[in-house]
């Protein structure tokens, strides 16, 4: 690589650091200034209703996973990790003896375990009212996963869709005119921040011009645009299925396991001691708002922030950026571009 090329790369690595710390302040402001929001409209009995959350024997995805059996859901923990996700299941079970909480294995960076997944779940022939696709890494060293996708692009996002479109035909029957079956898709902030290119071969990133912070920032954005061009499609087609943005804001998680110690001691030790740092059951309040409250019934689409409507960067809401990111999305992963309206 010759000179300028290394400047440029290094310039790149450099500006996406940048980015996301400056927008990590501003939302750390914003939360200071906010009051925490829980979930609201959420009236009745869900029990009959089966959840799968990504992810959700630990960090976020487990106060998720706690909160939705607590409101009577049977949830099923989707996780590479059997030991933490039974501890999970044990403590939720003590506090709720009555609670229906399981584990499947799932392994988001293999798209044959994600195949595996699918196949085990379907054999419980029941149902799937929600989807919460919650589970993500941040800032992890370069990886190529077994199928040749650097690893955040794969478990943040291409691993979801795969997930997504094989379990697509259960959430199909089992939503209804007035109980939609709902795909809630986590983000984050940082999504604010990244300009994606729609090409994946560029997002795909190879490790000489590998920059950590701008693989997070693309793969959340790409979250959120594959997720208004989904609901586009179903508002077309008419199936009983929303699809729905969580941001979790700022939150004192294990993500932060690859963060800089410089960062960790002069940005996220400072404020979780301020309390602007939210705590990982704050984080979770928004996906279950959206898993479960009569008020979004029938509504997707939509970005939410602190159990609210709020407005995604203006780049997600690019239709054609939209339109070309999902058509490489599905050649990558040998889904048919038509997807869901194909799926009759």
């Known amino acids: 690589m010759g000179f300028l090329k290394r400047l440029a790369c ?12 400056v927008l990590a302040a501003a939302y750390l402001l914003k939360q200071y200034t ?17 959840a799968i959350v990504t992810g959700g024997g630990s960090g976020i995805g487990y106060h998720i996973s706690k909160q939705l059996a607590k409101h ?65 890494l941040m800032f992890p060293p370069y990886t190529k996963t077994v199928d040749g996708f650097e690893l955040q692009l794969q478990v943040n996002y291409l691993g979801h869709v795969l997930l997504t479109s094989l379990l697509w035909e259960k959430l199909k029957t089992t939503g209804q005119l007035h109980s939609y079956s709902r795909v809630i898709n986590v983000a984050s902030s940082v999504h ?19 920059s950590a912070h701008a693989a997070y920032m693309h793969s959340k954005l790409a979250v959120v645009m594959a997720t208004y061009y989904l609901q ?4 077309r087609d008419g199936h009983y299925i929303t699809v729905n943005v969580a941001d979790p804001g700022v939150v004192s998680s294990g993500l932060f396991k690859y963060v800089s110690g410089f960062v960790k001691c002069f940005l996220v030790r400072p404020a979780a001691a301020l309390g602007i740092l939210w705590t990982m059951e704050d984080g979770a309040y928004t996906s279950v708002h959206l898993a479960l409250s009569s008020e979004v019934e029938g509504q997707g689409g939509r970005y939410f922030f602190n159990c609210t409507n709020a407005k995604s960067s203006h780049l997600s809401q690019n239709v054609y ?3 070309e990111l999902w058509h490489k999305t599905c050649d990558v992963l040998h889904l048919d571009v038509n997807w869901p309206s194909t799926c009759t």
Do not use: W
């Open 34 to 50: 906010s009051k925490i929001r829980k979930p609201t409209g959420i009236e009745g009995s869900n029990r009959g209703k089966v």
């Open 192 to 210: 604010y921040v990244s300009d994606m290119p729609a090409d994946l071969d560029n997002l795909n990133q190879e490790q000489q011009n590998f």
């Open 10 to 21: 290094y310039a790149y690595i450099l500006c996406s650091i940048f980015k996301v710390y």
């Open 321 to 323: 950026l939209q339109e």
């Open 232 to 235: 586009r499609q179903l508002n």
């Open 72 to 136: 009577g859901v049977q949830v099923i923990i989707a996780s590479p990790k059997l030991s933490e996700s039974e501890e999970a299941i044990r403590k939720i079970k003590h506090e709720m003896p009555e609670a229906k909480v399981e584990f499947l294995h799932l392994d988001l960076s293999s798209l044959e375990s994600i195949r595996n997944f699918v196949d085990a779940f379907l054999q419980k022939k029941c149902p799937l009212h929600i989807l919460i696709n919650n589970a993500g």
